[in-house]
T-cell receptor, first 114, second 112 residues
Framework: GAVVSQHPSWVICKSGTSVKIECRSL??????MFWYRQFPKQSLMLMAT?????????EQGVEKDKFLINHASLTLSTLTVTSAHPEDSSFYIC??????????FGQGTRLTVV | SQQGEEDPQALSIQEGENATMNCSYK?????LQWYRQNSGRGLVHLIL?????REKHSGRLRVTLDTSKKSSSLLITASRAADTASYFC????????????FGQGTTLQVKP
């Protein structure tokens, strides 16, 4: 089946620094990828839709300048958490569609900001 | 925003028993999917049921969908300790955006 790879699986960074998370579709091309955020013991919240070759679409309440999304190729989307703060600590998960309605998820990235 | 509620929030059963989880949603849907998440890991797709289907089976999983009540249930029969995980329902809206809106999830513990 289709595989989505997310890297890194975990990262610890200092407050004020930026962190980049990569999401790759390994065996299919994904014009659209999605970024989710999950706090401990909570559900997944959709942050934004990443569109290849165009600007990402952010959900209400998600700061686009804080969470920069780049989808430069059909197999790679990146999420950069800029000027990270402890409250940004969370589990970030990406997903990509092979063909509707299937969605495949990455392994997730545990971000801890200290 | 979250689509709806899942209940129970937590469920603890003995191995061999059946586990039933329920999910409710608010808007019209194209399909409803169930996912499993082991602690701190990504999601694994379990089963998809389309809006024109009422019941679907896959191995030990049985999913029902009642669009009039905007609800779905996931039944895991003959549970195993390895079924211990969180289970989420997710819906796609009437458009074909591919966005998934997740329920709150049910944490299932299966005791050996």
């Amino acid at each position: 089946g289709a595989v989505v790879s997310q890297h890194p699986s975990w990262v610890i960074c200092k407050s004020g620094t930026s962190v980049k998370i990569e999401c790759r579709s390994l065996d299919f091309q994904a014009t659209t990828m999605f970024w989710y955020r999950q706090f401990p013991k909570q559900s997944l919240m959709l942050m934004a839709t990443s569109n290849e070759g165009s600007k990402a679409t952010y959900e209400q309440g998600v700061e686009k300048d804080k969470f920069l999304i780049n989808h430069a190729s059909l197999t790679l989307s990146t999420l950069t958490v800029t000027s990270a703060h402890p409250e940004d600590s969370s589990f970030y998960i990406c997903s990509a569609r092979d063909r509707p309605p299937g969605a495949f998820f990455g392994q997730g990235t545990r971000l801890t900001v200290v | 925003s979250q689509q709806g509620e899942e209940d129970p929030q937590a469920l603890s059963i003995q191995e061999g028993e059946n586990a039933t989880m329920n999910c409710s949603y608010k808007t019209s849907i194209n399909n409803l999917q169930w996912y499993r998440q082991n602690s701190g890991r990504g999601l694994v797709h379990l089963i998809l049921i389309r809006s024109n289907e009422r019941e679907k089976h896959s191995g030990r999983l049985r999913v029902t969908l009642d669009t009039s009540k905007k609800s779905s249930s996931l039944l895991i029969t003959a549970s195993r300790a390895a079924d211990t995980a969180s289970y989420f329902c997710a819906t796609t809206g009437s458009g074909n955006t591919g966005k998934l809106i997740f329920g709150q999830g049910t944490t299932l513990q299966v005791k050996p």
